[in-house]
């Protein structure tokens, strides 16, 4: 009798095994398979596809150090020039993924023609709000309201810093709608606190050569330049490379970061980072959104606005040294910003014309 018990408590035991293993891989058969196709930087940019890349890993709930899904459920692919963004997006539309996201406006054209030729396929864009095909789900950000978050951090510690006639900086890469509102967004909350600050800007027309971007921030401190903002993808990494090399000195000058939170990119010495805040921008939300929309049967050809009343921006006051009244003063004008007190430009040719920054700039509309 005891053996027969003994039997019966170990075929349940199995069986229990069997059943969960079964609604384990049942759980996998639903979820929807994507593959990203980035630039050049890929997706160690430690900055905007890192952030599309933790989405991904999120969704399916694995992890930056463990990555058990992928091969499986999602990967991603690296274009190395821009003549391979139609290759790779016919290849992976030809491979029968359920989603295919690119990351960025330099993939717009690309998406539209091969978006054509695979109607059946299901596409997102992150970046961009003109591909109006009717498989391709678009995502934007408010890039200019978190930007002003940070010109005002910017400023406010300039101002903390009892620094004279300060004078700021930034650089983009390459020039076009969606990087003019990093940079609208950054010079207006920089004057809300500090109308008279001089302002300069650089463009590198590249997103993966950080050489460009240390030369001239070693340029611009040299000269007093006290903070530089770069959007400029990995191109932007040079900033922080500076600052980080000129703090280690004792020299009083800061970078920001941009999309993730690159605090630990600026660390320079235990507990000090050259990176005095980040603008956040949760590309992450995007690619769990966009994938979510297809789990649910719930993807349209639309734009999705993540905006910072939805929480699709922000900034980071992770490093000690900004100050809790700082926090306290972004945080206050962030709320502003959401309730519409505070309006923020996103075009140049807006900013221009409310006289809310200078002439001269290299930022383009288009």
């Known amino acids: 009798m005891k053996k027969l018990i003994a039997c019966m408590l170990v075929a349940l035991v199995t069986f229990t095994a069997f059943v969960s293993c079964a609604k384990k891989e049942k759980k996998a058969e639903v979820l929807p398979t994507i593959r990203l196709i980035t630039d050049a930087t890929g997706v160690d940019d430690k900055s905007f596809n890192a952030a599309a890349w933790r989405g991904i890993l999120a969704y399916y709930g694995d992890t930056w150090e463990n990555q058990t899904n992928r091969g499986k459920l999602y990967d991603v692919v690296t274009c190395q020039t821009q003549d391979k963004y139609i290759p790779n997006l016919k290849q992976a539309s030809d491979e029968g993924y359920d989603l295919i996201c690119v990351t960025g406006f330099t993939f717009a054209d690309a998406l539209a023609e091969v978006s054509d030729l695979y109607p059946n396929q299901k596409y997102m864009?992150?970046?961009?709000?003109?591909?109006?095909?009717?498989n391709v789900m678009q995502f934007t950000f408010?890039?200019?309201?978190?930007?002003?978050l940070v010109g005002v951090a910017a400023a406010l510690k300039a101002k903390a810093d009892k620094v004279k006639d300060p004078k700021f900086g930034f650089i983009g890469g390459v020039p076009g709608a969606v990087i003019t509102k990093f940079e609208m967004g950054y010079i207006q909350g920089?004057?809300?606190?500090?109308?008279?600050?001089?302002?300069?800007?650089?463009?590198a027309n590249d997103w993966g050569k950080p050489e460009l971007a240390k030369a001239q921030a070693k340029n611009w401190y040299d000269s007093g330049v006290y903070c530089i903002y770069s959007a400029a993808g990995g191109t932007g990494n040079g900033t922080i490379a500076?600052?980080?090399?000129?703090?280690?000195q004792g020299k009083n000058v800061w970078a920001i970061g941009v999309d993730?939170?690159?605090?630990?990119?600026?660390?320079?010495?235990e507990g000090k980072s050259a990176v005095l805040t980040s603008m956040l921008k949760r590309v992450e939300a995007a690619t769990m959104t966009g994938l979510k929309a297809v789990e649910t049967k719930a993807f349209a050809s639309k734009v999705v606005v993540l905006d910072m009343k939805a929480d699709g921006i922000g900034f980071s006051d992770r490093n000690a040294e900004l100050g809790s009244d700082i926090v306290s003063k972004v945080n206050a004008a962030k709320k502003d910003i959401i309730n519409g007190k505070i309006k923020v430009y996103a075009t140049y040719?807006?900013?221009?014309?409310?006289?809310?920054?200078?002439?001269?700039?290299g930022a383009k509309d288009n």
């Open 260 to 269: 993730s939170d690159q605090y630990e990119e600026g660390v320079y010495t």
């Open 142 to 148: 408010s890039e200019h309201e978190g930007s002003y």
């Open 190 to 203: 920089i004057k809300s606190v500090l109308p008279d600050a001089q302002i300069f800007d650089y463009y």
């Open 242 to 248: 500076q600052a980080k090399e000129y703090r280690s």
């Open 125 to 134: 864009i992150v970046d961009v709000d003109w591909v109006s095909k009717p």
């Open 349 to 361: 040719k807006e900013a221009l014309a409310a006289k809310a920054v200078p002439e001269g700039l």
